[in-house]
Nanobody, 121 residues
Framework: QVQLVESGGGLVQAGGSLRLSCAVSGSIFSINAMGWYRQAPGRQRELVAV???????AYADSVKGRFTISRDNAKNTVYLQMNSLKPEDTSVYYC???????????????WGKGTLVTVSS
C-alpha cells in the first residue's frame, strides 16, 4: 500500500517562509515524478511545482523565484520551500507522485491528503 504523508503547513505572515515535506512509503519500483499542487476555496487545483526523475523542474509562473522544489531520493521525500509568501498563496497544498509499483510494474498516480497553508496579510 503506497502512502504519501505531507507535513509542514501552517499559518504564516506575509513575507514569511514555510517548508512542506512529502514522504512516500510502500512497495515502489520507481518514482517517475513528484510535485505539489494547491487548491484554494472555489478554485480549481493547480500545479505549483514538479520534479521528474531526470531532475527537470517546472514551476507555476506565480511562484517562480519564491518557491523551490527539491527531492531526497534516499528518503523518497519531496520538499517545497516557500519564501516571500503572499496572502494569495493561501491554499490546501497536495503532494502528487507518479510511481511504478514494485510488484505490478504499473504506473499509478497518487495524491496526499493535503496540508493547509494560510498566509495572513
Amino acid at each position: 500500500q503506497v502512502q504519501l504523508v505531507e507535513s509542514g503547513g501552517g499559518l504564516v505572515q506575509a513575507g514569511g517562509s514555510l517548508r512542506l515535506s512529502c514522504a512516500v512509503s510502500g512497495s515502489i519500483f520507481s518514482i517517475n515524478a513528484m510535485g505539489w499542487y494547491r487548491q484554494a476555496p472555489g478554485r480549481q487545483r493547480e500545479l505549483v511545482a514538479v520534479i521528474v526523475s531526470g531532475g527537470s523542474i517546472a514551476y507555476a509562473d506565480s511562484v517562480k523565484g519564491r518557491f523551490t522544489i527539491s527531492r531526497d531520493n534516499a528518503k523518497n521525500t519531496v520538499y517545497l520551500q516557500m519564501n516571500s509568501l503572499k496572502p494569495e498563496d493561501t491554499s490546501v497544498y497536495y503532494c502528487n507522485a507518479d510511481l511504478t509499483g514494485a510488484t505490478t510494474r504499473i504506473r499509478v498516480n497518487y495524491w496526499g491528503k493535503g496540508t493547509l497553508v494560510t498566509v495572513s496579510s
